[in-house]
């Protein structure tokens, strides 16, 4: 694998301007016969034939597209451990690469880095590391930066993270991270009722880093304290937190009733029903708090067999991965495009819906939809384009195609 600076044959920039047409996905339509024009990274123009500019018609390359296909804004996946027989908690810039590249031919143009339950020290060497490999030029999926999932989680709902290193919530470590690494922690996942939560999460209100509930014992009225502390965010939504009871609404009341919470959701037919996606999908759909992940580890991409999530041994089997001792789903084998493709064809949902799901809305909760997470003029050319099966065709990250 190449190293953090280098890029595919073909990859560089082009100063023409290139050219789709298609079945063109905007935010909050399709348009059946639509265009898409690009030049230096940089939409151009994103809109029906007839009002191309004949400038862009004249100097436009335009790209083949498959019969009936259908162009969509790149995904971004917020928590992501790894792929290509890589994780995150190794991170190097061969690793970085690894794992970008790796996701980057499924559609994913931009994630975060997401770490797990570890001694401190080891979460401070994925931080530099991560933040050394954003100062280069990244050739592939681009990280946004770094989703801390832990270690500040209750020890009664560790999942597939190691409870020997999970803490009490330290405001302390956050504050050292942030002023060595500027803006580079987008958010921290933790448990809202552990003591010293609610001060974590009012500082991480101030820094505008996302606060986000998971692996939790809390109750409904625990989480509600919360997000009046500045918690908005849920992880892996029904997995690893308590769940809805009627008379005990639990975490997972808290998030489907409170409009103040977005949700993370695993659409892979295995941590999630898809009954229960549907529900969620129904409560924050209309306000763009459905969120898409894969939550993937090392095995995405590779076959069943034996691997691990961060230092603890796993057995993927039918791509379902599960921790080899216990048996707790330890992560998945998700890639964005086959999550999206499970929102449409399995879920029900609308082609715009899990499109937001899978872009527009995790780039809002990033603060980085000025920029990307849809397909307008000025925005990045993040982009993918799949046949009419939800096959990709093509992806292009900041203007650059990713070879397949």
């Given amino acids: 694998m190449t190293g953090a600076n280098s890029h595919e044959p073909g990859s560089q920039r082009d100063e023409n301007i290139s050219l789709l047409r298609g079945k063109l996905l905007l935010s909050n339509e399709i348009l059946e016969d639509g265009v898409l024009a690009w030049r230096n990274g940089k939409i151009l123009y994103a809109g029906v034939p007839e009002g191309l500019p004949e400038q862009i018609r004249r100097e436009a390359l335009p790209l083949s597209v498959p019969e009936r296909g259908l162009i969509v804004p790149g995904f971004i996946d917020i928590h992501v451990h790894g792929g290509n027989g890589e994780d995150f908690m190794g991170a190097s810039p061969e690793v970085l690469d690894k794992i970008t590249s790796f996701h980057s031919t499924q559609g994913t143009t931009a994630m975060l880095a997401t770490s797990m339950t570890a001694p401190k020290?080891?979460?401070?060497?994925?931080?530099?590391?991560?933040?050394?490999?954003?100062?280069?030029?990244?050739?592939?999926?681009?990280?946004?930066?770094?989703?801390?999932?832990?270690p500040f989680f209750s020890p009664k709902w560790p999942g597939?993270?190691?409870?020997?290193?999970?803490?009490?919530?330290?405001?302390?470590?956050?504050?050292?991270?942030?002023?060595?690494?500027?803006?580079?922690?987008?958010?921290?996942?933790?448990?809202?009722?552990?003591?010293?939560?609610?001060?974590?999460?009012?500082?991480?209100?101030?820094?505008?880093?996302?606060?986000?509930?998971?692996?939790?014992?809390?109750?409904?009225e625990e989480v509600e304290k919360a997000v009046e502390a500045g918690l908005h965010h849920a992880v892996h939504t029904f997995n690893a937190m308590t769940p809805l009871h009627h008379r005990l609404p639990?975490?997972?009341?808290?998030v489907l009733s409170d409009p103040r919470i977005s949700a993370e959701v695993i659409a892979d037919g295995i941590h999630v029903h898809p009954a229960a996606i549907s529900i969620l999908a129904q409560l924050k759909?209309?306000?763009?708090?459905?969120?898409?992940?894969?939550?993937?580890?090392?095995?995405?991409?590779?076959?069943?067999?034996?691997?691990?999530?961060?230092?603890?041994?796993?057995?993927?089997?039918?791509?379902?991965?599960?921790?080899?001792?216990?048996?707790?789903?330890?992560?998945?084998?998700?890639?964005?495009?086959?999550?999206?493709?499970?929102?449409?064809?399995?879920v029900g949902l609308s082609l715009n819906a899990a499109s937001r799901a899978a872009s527009l809305s995790p780039a809002r909760l990033l603060g980085i939809d000025h920029r990307t997470g849809s397909l307008a003029q000025g925005k990045q050319a993040d982009i993918v384009l799949l046949n009419a099966e939800l096959d990709i065709e093509g992806v292009w990250v900041k203007g650059r195609r990713i070879g397949l």
């Fill in 250 to 254: 639990g975490a997972a009341g808290a």
């Fill in 285 to 346: 759909q209309h306000n763009d708090q459905l969120v898409l992940i894969t939550d993937a580890m090392s095995a995405a991409g590779l076959d069943d067999g034996e691997y691990k999530i961060g230092d603890l041994p796993v057995i993927v089997k039918h791509g379902e991965a599960r921790l080899k001792d216990g048996g707790a789903l330890a992560g998945s084998t998700l890639t964005m495009i086959r999550g999206f493709r499970y929102l449409v064809q399995e």
């Fill in 121 to 150: 020290e080891r979460l401070d060497s994925v931080l530099a590391e991560v933040d050394r490999y954003r100062s280069g030029e990244m050739p592939y999926a681009q990280l946004e930066g770094v989703h801390l999932e832990g």
């Fill in 160 to 220: 597939a993270q190691n409870p020997e290193h999970i803490i009490l919530p330290d405001v302390t470590w956050l504050e050292a991270w942030e002023k060595q690494y500027p803006g580079l922690i987008r958010q921290v996942t933790l448990a809202p009722e552990r003591e010293g939560a609610l001060e974590v999460i009012s500082w991480l209100r101030e820094q505008r880093i996302t606060a986000a509930l998971g692996h939790t014992d809390a109750t409904y």
